[in-house]
């Protein structure tokens, strides 16, 4: 480990939080618009996308396999899909109850497609930093993102099972999940350059 403990459990917070922020209000969204029943299996997909997420990192770091930010990018085709097919169902009233129950995906399987469509940013942050950090640094960035992981997980469970946030979303979350899903995968895109890479 060629930075001290300090600056590694430093970088290794601030990587994490960057690239959590979005998957943490996606799955608030999701947790707040399903059925409570529901919550700990949304949380489990995003814990599992999550993972899926690091372990693809640490190998193409190990590997010395870099991917252009740009072909990162088309991870966010994914969220924009589920997004644009939620927007089309809202068109008749039996596709809009279907996205008002399902806010697009309310179980394991779509936490965790969401999670991992949603990571080209966390893949694009994380491959450098363990490349970089050595087989000490990455032990304690792995140690930071697994302590982040319960915390954030913990949040979610809390925050999309708090009544405000559940009546938010059950009055808005018929237009906001998908609108929210179309909004991350176009940022992705549009941060990793892939728009003018796919042009």
Known sequence: MSAGLPAVLGLAAGAFAATNIDNAAVTVAMIAAAPAERAKRIALGQVIGFLVIVVASIGMAVLLFEIPTRVIGLFGLVPLALGLRGLLLLRHAEGRSRVARRAVGSG????????????????????????????????????????????????????????????????????????????????????????????
């Open 108 to 199: 394991v399987v779509a936490a965790t497609v969401i999670t991992i469509g949603a990571g080209g940013d966390n893949l694009a942050v994380y491959i450098p930093l363990f490349r970089v950090a050595g087989f000490a640094g990455t032990a304690v960035s792995l140690l930071v993102f697994a302590l982040g992981e319960l915390l954030l997980t913990l949040f979610v469970l809390r925050a999309g099972g708090h009544p405000r946030i559940r009546h938010a979303v059950t009055t808005f979350g018929v237009f906001a999940a998908p609108l929210l899903y179309c909004a991350i995968g176009v940022l992705v895109l549009v941060e990793a350059g892939t728009l003018s890479f796919l042009g």
